[in-house]
Nanobody, 119 residues
Framework: QVQLVESGGGLVRPGGSLTLSCAAS????????MGWYRQAPGKEREMVAT???????NYVDLVMGRFTISRIHANNTVYLQMSSLKPEDTAVYYC?????????????WGQGTQVTVSS
């Protein structure tokens, strides 16, 4: 059974920083694209940042220059370093990954971690 487990969410003041992490576990052959998405109350889930297995990154314009996505292949982990946080960054952040395992290549979601930016 493949699982994505996120950690690192919490409450932070505007202008502060926070780092999220997400580890994929289970019977995994390889992990392809990994990413972070977020969903604020009353809004649709949106892509925040993605990173391919080759290290190519993509960001939504709203976080460009403030957030950095990275990954460590050896332990199937993806990180999201967030700085200069704004109240509008408040949302539940979800990890996402395309994982190749014995059942083929499937897309998986983590359970989500709350990020609240407030003074």
């Amino acid at each position: 059974q493949v699982q994505l487990v996120e950690s690192g969410g919490g409450l932070v003041r505007p202008g502060g920083s926070l780092t999220l992490s997400c580890a994929a576990s289970g019977r995994i052959f390889s992990v392809n694209t990994m990413g972070w998405y977020r969903q604020a109350p009353g809004k649709e889930r949106e892509m925040v940042a993605t990173i391919t297995s080759g290290g190519r990154t993509n960001y939504v314009d709203l976080v460009m220059g403030r957030f950095t996505i990275s990954r460590i292949h050896a332990n199937n982990t993806v990180y999201l370093q967030m700085s200069s946080l704004k109240p509008e960054d408040t949302a539940v952040y979800y990890c996402n990954a395309d994982i190749w395992n014995m059942y083929g290549t499937k897309n998986y979601w983590g359970q989500g971690t709350q990020v609240t930016v407030s003074s």
